[in-house]
């Protein structure tokens, strides 16, 4: 087999489905190498809406889309993606064509550094040395793009070594990445933070994309309505619960943040989408109870009071046994939550009254209200995914 169809059959036993490209020189073979292995090939017209397509894909189904690109100005038009997956934690593969190793330092055509290119974007970066070890890299950039906090992988592949033949013998075996562990978090930690909450007079939940990302939804839904729970999605964090949600106080944010004693940020970053969770947007005195598949993340910004690594799916489901065990919601007579009802309603109110406002120039409530009608319930989107 030659490098082409060893790469093609390494990306098919992983289980990846979907490549989104620009192909020319090296790797035409490989794209058609690639559907004839079973993957499902998009050509694009730049490899910059291609690796957004990829990571877009990454992120929906859990495992790295694939973008491949040429060398040179083809990885170049990447990076840019690259770092949105990185920054994003989305699961991505970049493979990327390169001139013959033996036309390196002479003018080889399109050469460019692409391994020392992409490292700063990327969490794995490597060029298989020969088409018999692949798989393995294959395997590595895959398991490393999914597990911890998900990732751009980047593979280098020089045309001799694409065209190479090796006997299937030789070949490196390798098993199939197996979805990523999902740590539960530390009893005593559950416990920390269980009783902070239980103490608390204004709770808050902030659901971030980590819970998303985590398949959470069930799991925080039943934490928020059980416990009787007022919850803010981040933009990345909308549909872990519906917004219509009665606990949902999205539209007193700014009051809910500002207020809240005891805060409980479910994969949520406290970048400047949360404002870095400082005074003036935040109660300076609020505790911080932070959920995180990354150890970057906690203590980011602002100390927490209670930090835990864990999956958020996992650890919310933890916590939510603790807390029922006992016997504990946010009692029903405290005046938080019927305050914060209140404000959303006047905040609602004041925006219908702008909505009804069509005089010139069109204000922005009045354009999207009638769009929103038109959408289909639970249909939406965000676009505020950069960080």
Partial sequence: ?????????????????????????????????????????????????????????GYLTGKPGVCLVVSGPGLVHALGGMANAQANCWPLLVIGGSCPQDHEGIGGFQECSQVELSRPYCKYSARPPSPALIPLHVEKAIRLAMYGRPGSSYLDFPGNILSQHVEGDCLSIMTRVTPPPRPWADPSLIHQASKLLMTAKKPLIIIGKGAAYSGAEHAVKELVTLCRLPFLPTPMGKGVVDDAHMFCVASARTMALQQADVILLLGARLNWILHFGRSPRFNPQAKIIQIDICAEELHNSVSAKVAIQADIREAVKQLTSELISNNWVHPPAAKWFPTLQLKCENNRATVAKMIADTAPPLNYYTVFHHIQEIIPKGIGFSYLNFF
Avoid at 15 to 27: A, C, Q, R, S
Avoid at 29 to 44: H, I, K, W
Wanted: aromatic content about 8%; glycine content about 10%; overall charge negative.
């Fill in 1 to 57: 087999m030659d490098g082409n169809t060893i790469l093609a059959q390494a990306l098919a036993a992983q289980g990846l489905e979907y490549v989104f490209g620009v192909i020319g020189i090296p790797v035409v073979e490989l794209s058609l190498a690639l559907q004839q292995a079973g993957l499902n090939y998009v050509g694009m017209r730049n490899e910059q809406s291609a690796c957004y397509a990829a990571q877009a894909m």
